[in-house]
């Protein structure tokens, strides 16, 4: 059992997980017994790239992750159970109980508040091989796969299907308003989706990209080619000026693995922020390959070559989860995303 104050440090800890356009899309309910449950929020969740949860899957992993690592700070060792009821209720993502075995320790905990997403660039390097060592094993602790890309044609090989990816999203209007509709550009402080100032675009270059957010206009530019500028832009020049570009890969597709991916993805995440590394994520290219993607039929060739291009890239016989830029900055970030008042994720019954 947790005490009430134990609960709450956790539920924080829970929060300040990441997720896929800051949606936090999940739910908790802490029950009698001392279970703690969590769902997937589905009024914020489901849609384009999420459509068969998959986003939702990797941020309630890296939700889970948080909580286990705080309850462990706090002296706790926590039983996680992943979909009790995958039949029945297949948003409820998973079960976790508790017991008092040790005294408070030091962690990751003390970098959960501290993680962010970085969208800089450059970033500083080298990145120390006994670094890039810690970072591989946070992963495979939940059985994933840690590829580094650190040299000028290692990131060769990867670069053109990132660039596909991040260019479709500006193509498919599925896509593109999937990724508009996370961009708040009038409220500086939102407490959900992505203020402008965390997105990096530098001001002289903000009214264009508002004009990039309405679809008539970005269709009649990417006759112009100015997808493919995007993609170059957001994918090969801050990649090529990072020292580490990494790839966490898992052994299947499925929901669990999915999940566990999340939890991977979020303990590396963590090592990174204690080695005092930015990190950037890029999901286009391994979430569309990773089970398909349903847009628009024009689009579906562009998704199996991004597929076949991602099972190349990716270590033999498994799925890329997730790629991320690395490296150091001089500065800390100063644009942070916010997250909603901490009752608006305990679920109702
Ligand atoms: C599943 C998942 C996918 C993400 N995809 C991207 C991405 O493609 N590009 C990007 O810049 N950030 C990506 N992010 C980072 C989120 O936008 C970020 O976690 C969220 O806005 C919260 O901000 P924070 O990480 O600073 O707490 C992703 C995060 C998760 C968990």
Same mark, same amino acid.
């Given at each position: 059992m947790?005490?009430?104050s134990d609960?709450?440090t956790?539920?924080? @800890?829970?929060i300040?997980?990441?997720?896929?356009?800051n949606?936090?899309p /999940?739910?908790?309910?802490y029950h009698k017994?001392?279970?703690l449950s969590?769902?997937?929020?589905?009024?914020?969740?489901?849609k384009?790239?999420d459509?068969?949860f998959?986003l939702? %899957?990797?941020?309630l992993?890296a939700?889970?992750?948080?909580?286990v690592?705080?309850?462990?700070q706090?002296g706790y060792? @926590?039983?996680v159970n992943?979909l009790? !009821?995958?039949?029945?209720?297949p948003?409820?993502?998973a079960?976790l109980?508790?017991t008092?075995?040790?005294s @408070?320790?030091?962690?990751l905990a %003390?970098v959960? @508040?501290?993680r962010c997403?970085?969208?800089?660039f450059?970033f500083?390097?080298?990145v120390?091989?006994?670094? !890039?060592?810690?970072?591989a094993? =946070?992963?495979?602790f939940?059985d994933?796969?840690v590829t580094?890309?650190?040299?000028?044609s290692a990131?060769?090989s990867?670069l053109?299907?990132?660039?596909?990816?991040?260019?479709l999203r /500006?193509e498919?209007?599925?896509?593109?308003?999937?990724?508009?509709?996370?961009?708040?550009?009038?409220?500086?402080?939102?407490?959900?989706?992505?203020p402008?100032?965390?997105?990096?675009i530098?001001p002289? =270059?903000r009214? /264009?990209?508002?004009?990039?957010?309405?679809w008539?206009?970005i269709s009649f530019?990417?006759?112009?080619?100015?997808?493919?500028?995007?993609?170059f832009?957001? +994918?090969?020049?801050?990649?090529?000026f990072?020292?580490?570009?990494a790839l966490?890969s898992?052994?299947?597709?499925?929901?669990?693995e999915?999940?566990k991916?999340g939890? =991977?993805?979020?303990?590396?995440w963590l090592?990174?922020?204690m080695?005092?590394?930015s990190?950037q994520?890029?999901?286009a290219a391994?979430?569309?390959?990773?089970?398909?993607l349903?847009?628009?039929?024009?689009?579906m060739?562009?998704i199996?070559?991004i597929?076949?291009?991602m099972?190349? +890239?990716?270590?033999?016989?498994?799925y890329?989860?997730?790629? !991320?830029?690395?490296?150091y900055?001089?500065k800390?970030?100063?644009?942070?995303? /916010?997250r909603?008042?901490?009752?608006?994720?305990?679920?109702?019954t």
């Amino acid at each position: 059992m947790l005490n009430l104050s134990d609960l709450e440090t956790i539920i924080k @800890a829970a929060i300040f997980a990441p997720s896929a356009d800051n949606s936090s899309p /999940f739910k908790y309910e802490y029950h009698k017994n001392g279970v703690l449950s969590f769902y997937i929020d589905e009024a914020r969740s489901g849609k384009a790239t999420d459509e068969d949860f998959i986003l939702s %899957d990797i941020s309630l992993g890296a939700v889970i992750e948080n909580t286990v690592i705080q309850a462990e700070q706090l002296g706790y060792t @926590a039983q996680v159970n992943l979909l009790p !009821l995958p039949e029945s209720a297949p948003r409820h993502v998973a079960d976790l109980s508790f017991t008092k075995t040790h005294s @408070a320790t030091h962690n990751l905990a %003390d970098v959960i @508040a501290k993680r962010c997403t970085d969208r800089r660039f450059p970033f500083k390097g080298p990145v120390k091989d006994e670094v !890039l060592t810690r970072l591989a094993q =946070a992963a495979e602790f939940h059985d994933a796969k840690v590829t580094f890309f650190t040299d000028k044609s290692a990131k060769k090989s990867v670069l053109p299907v990132m660039r596909h990816a991040e260019s479709l999203r /500006f193509e498919s209007k599925i896509l593109h308003q999937e990724l508009f509709s996370s961009v708040i550009f009038d409220d500086p402080k939102p407490q959900e989706g992505m203020p402008l100032s965390t997105l990096e675009i530098e001001p002289p =270059a903000r009214p /264009f990209f508002k004009m990039m957010s309405n679809w008539k206009t970005i269709s009649f530019f990417n006759k112009l080619g100015v997808s493919k500028i995007l993609g170059f832009r957001s +994918v090969q020049v801050p990649i090529s000026f990072s020292p580490v570009l990494a790839l966490i890969s898992i052994a299947d597709n499925t929901r669990s693995e999915v999940i566990k991916g999340g939890q =991977a993805l979020q303990r590396f995440w963590l090592q990174a922020a204690m080695e005092e590394l930015s990190v950037q994520p890029y999901a286009a290219a391994p979430i569309y390959s990773l089970r398909g993607l349903n847009i628009e039929p024009e689009f579906m060739p562009n998704i199996e070559q991004i597929k076949q291009d991602m099972e190349k +890239v990716s270590p033999d016989g498994y799925y890329g989860l997730m790629f !991320l830029r690395l490296g150091y900055t001089a500065k800390p970030v100063k644009h942070r995303t /916010f997250r909603r008042e901490m009752t608006s994720y305990q679920r109702q019954t």
